[in-house]
């Protein structure tokens, strides 16, 4: 069968492209808030509060009612989040989906349930993919999030009824239904190789065989790396998708095979520039029917910018690591790096006769080379510094060298995991 594809290089908080009521079925994963870096001038969640991030996810979800036909439905894919205690000092588990659920009931939308999502975690969104806390001890265990949330959305009103037809293509046989339609889904996630807000095909497939037709027009506002209308298309569905950073677009023809000559499909494949841009959705913000303000405002102690996790994507869509080079050794335990973050060395304790020869030792392990960052429970020093252990690019420990060099005592005032490593080093 012949279906349609339509790829949108733009912004999905306004989605001129779609008329009225012209979509079946939205099916979407939004991005993280503060992240990823998708390397995108006006990407949501990264660089901005959490309340401006909830209010401008929200304008998707208003421009979603609008061009979702009566009757259909809305299916977001979000998971906890946690903040990270490195930029906000404490972690805390952000449910991004409470605000999603009062927006979109705030809109209009009848709220369905929601599926729960066990999986295996495939980054470290949640602290899912590594023991985290105060192992083995109590009390400061994290929970292991290995699970996200579906959360459903109905339109109210009547939808279009299908052909006989495509009716009877779209019947799902007991086995699917039974599946589909539980509570709890089980079923690993992606590699994340291409983009890094990827779900698996599964997702998708479930959600249309349920909630859609043969022929229906499937809506993914945040596209990523499109596997929503690789599903739509695998179903003999139409898909829409936006997607806001054009360096994913060869991702996604890869994707959907475009590029590979295959003489038996038949499907439409178009592409377009979205050609109205706002730069400031300030006054939709004022316009929405009901406005996120944050009770609990984060106080951002580090800008994200200056600090990443590994997280930003190249032009192939791929990760890459963040790497930093030293600016300025202000003493055996501060340094202040390119970027003009300063850090504080973890369990390193200046020796005053000692600080010319330790400055000395940091600047010639350090000119030249580049440097990444590890962190512990404590994240702050008093004067709210960010404490790090300091490793050279071919992994050399710099905190550990600076010990076993007896060029600057151990700092026994706190407690951080190399302490009894550091000290034994020392007594050597």
Known sequence: ????????????????????????????????????????????????????YINNLNLVWNESYRVLHKGCRLCVNIGDQFARAVYYGRYKVIPIRTEIIKFCESKGFDYMGAIIWQKVTTSNTTGGATIMGSFPYPRNGILKIDYEFILLFKKPGNPPKPNKEFKKLSAM????????????????????????????EELPKRLIKMFSFVGDIVLDPFLGSGTTSLAAKNLNRNSVGYEINPEFIPVIKNKLSINKKDFF???????????????NF???????????????????????KKLQFGSKLDKNGSKREEYYSVKEVISSEIVKLTNDLTIRLIGVKEKKDFNGKAKDYLISKTKGQKVFLKYDEQKYDEQNRLLCYLYLQNKTFVNAHLIKEKLANVDTSINFKYKDKFLQLFEK
């Open 1 to 52: 069968m012949k279906t349609n594809h339509l790829i949108i290089n733009g912004d999905s908080r306004k989605m001129p492209e779609l008329k009225d009521e012209s979509i079946h079925l939205i099916i979407t994963s939004p991005p993280y808030w503060q992240l990823k870096d998708y390397g995108s001038k006006n990407q949501l969640g990264f660089n901005e509060s959490y309340e401006s």
């Open 173 to 200: 046989t007991k086995d699917e239904w039974n599946t589909y339609f539980q509570g709890h889904w089980n079923f690993s996630g992606v590699r994340q190789d291409n983009h890094l807000a990827m779900f698996p």
């Open 282 to 304: 300030g006054d939709e913000i004022e316009n929405l029917p009901y406005q996120f303000k944050d009770p609990h405002s984060f106080d951002k102690k580090i800008d994200p």
């Open 265 to 279: 499909d038949e499907n439409i494949y178009s592409f377009i520039l979205q050609e109205k841009h706002i730069d």
